[in-house]
C-alpha cells in the first residue's frame, strides 16, 4: 500500500531562520514524490518533485528537498524562511509499479507559520 | 491562459438537493481528478478518471457521482446520499502515460450545508 506521514500538523519559525518541513513515505516499488503548498481558499501549487537521479531536488521559491532511500524520507527545506512562505504544504507519493498510474497519494498536510 | 476553472467558488446546498460542481481544463489532459479536503485531513480522492467516458472510484466515492462525455470537463454531483458534504473540493488534471507528472489543481469549490 501506498501512504505519505507528515508527521507535524505545524511548524513554527523566525523570518531568516532555515525551516524544514517532514515527510515520510510507504509505497512497493520506486517512489515519485512530490511536494505542493497551498494557500488560503486557492487549489495546490506545485514546488518541485523527486523522480530520479540526485537526491537533493530544487525547486520554486528557494525551497528544496532531499529524498533519503533508507529513511523513507523527502523532507522540504528553505535556508531562509519569509513571512510569505507561510501556507499549507502537501508532501505526495505514487509508486512507478502502481496499476492505478494516476493517483498521488497525500499527506495530511504541514501548516507552516513563519514570524516576522 | 492554459489551466483548470472550477466554477462555482462557493456553493450552498439544502438538504435533499444534489448539486455539481463545474470542472474544465484547457490543458489537453487525458487525466482528471476530484480531491475532497477537510481541515486536518489532507486530500482524499472521490473519482477520477483516465480516460473519456471512463472513470473510477476513489477512497471516498460513496454520495458523489461524475460524468466525462468530453475530455476538457469532469463534473462532479454531490448527491442527497451524501450526508456531510460541507468541505473544500480540488480538481485536478494531468498528462496520461507517466507516473512522473505532477497534477495541476483548480482553484476550489468551498460547499456548504444551509
Known amino acids: 500500500a501506498q501512504s505519505v506521514a507528515q508527521p507535524e500538523d505545524q511548524v513554527n519559525v523566525a523570518e531568516g531562520n532555515p525551516l524544514t518541513v517532514k515527510c515520510t513515505y510507504s509505497?512497493?516499488?520506486?517512489?515519485?514524490l512530490f511536494w505542493y503548498v497551498q494557500y488560503p481558499n486557492r487549489g495546490l501549487q506545485f514546488l518541485l518533485k523527486?523522480?530520479?537521479?540526485?537526491?537533493l531536488v530544487k525547486g520554486s521559491y528557494g525551497f528544496e528537498a532531499e529524498f533519503n532511500k533508507s529513511q523513507t524520507s523527502f523532507h522540504l527545506k528553505k535556508p531562509s524562511a519569509l513571512v510569505s512562505d507561510s501556507a499549507l504544504y502537501f508532501c505526495?507519493?505514487?509508486?512507478?509499479?502502481?496499476?492505478?498510474?494516476?493517483?498521488?497519494?497525500f499527506g495530511r498536510g504541514t501548516q507552516l507559520t513563519v514570524w516576522p | 491562459d492554459g489551466g483548470i476553472t472550477q466554477s462555482p467558488k462557493y456553493l450552498f446546498r439544502k438538504e435533499g438537493q444534489n448539486v455539481t460542481l463545474s470542472c474544465e481544463q484547457n490543458?489537453?489532459?487525458?487525466?482528471m481528478y476530484w480531491y475532497r479536503q477537510d481541515p486536518g485531513q489532507g486530500l482524499r480522492l472521490i473519482y477520477y478518471?483516465?480516460?473519456?467516458?471512463?472513470?473510477q472510484k476513489g477512497d471516498i466515492a460513496e454520495g458523489y457521482s461524475v460524468s466525462r462525455e468530453k475530455k476538457e470537463s469532469f463534473p462532479l454531483t454531490v448527491t442527497s446520499a451524501q450526508k456531510n458534504p460541507t468541505a473544500f473540493y480540488l480538481c485536478?488534471?494531468?498528462?496520461?502515460?507517466?507516473?512522473?507528472?505532477?497534477?495541476?489543481f483548480g482553484s476550489g469549490t468551498q460547499l456548504s450545508v444551509l
Open positions: 485536478a488534471s494531468s498528462p496520461l502515460g507517466t507516473a512522473r507528472e505532477k497534477l495541476f
Open positions: 478518471s483516465q480516460i473519456v467516458n471512463d472513470f
Open positions: 523527486y523522480i530520479t537521479g540526485d537526491n
Open positions: 509505497v512497493s516499488g520506486n517512489p515519485y
Open positions: 505526495a507519493v505514487r509508486d512507478d509499479r502502481g496499476s492505478t498510474l494516476g493517483r498521488l497519494y
Open positions: 490543458l489537453n489532459h487525458d487525466a
